[in-house]
């Protein structure tokens, strides 16, 4: 199955809104850290995820992260 890295962002006066979407959304996605920006000002987040397809990866997040969501496939690659 493809992975993807869905990469997030959102301005800064949107942080709160952006976290609170995720409210009564049900997603494996919830409960678990997630690398960010935000308490340093970036306002940024990243998620691997496995997807059939991208559409399908952004399926896992409520739609106003996922407005604001590129999901890149990606592959791991092994650094000689």
């Known amino acids: ?3 993807f890295l ?12 952006a976290f609170a979407a995720w409210q009564g959304f049900d ?17 940024e987040m990243w ?5 059939t397809d991208p559409s399908e990866a952004l399926a896992l997040m409520p739609r106003y992260v996922a407005e ?3 999901p890149i496939a990606v592959r791991e690659v092994e650094i000689p």
């Open 1 to 3: 199955m493809p992975t």
């Open 6 to 17: 869905l990469h997030h962002r959102h301005d800064p006066d949107e942080c709160a809104a």
């Open 27 to 43: 997603s494996p996605l919830r409960h678990r850290p997630a690398p960010s920006t935000c308490l340093a000002g970036g306002h």
């Open 47 to 51: 998620w691997h995820v496995d997807a």
């Open 68 to 70: 604001r969501t590129e």
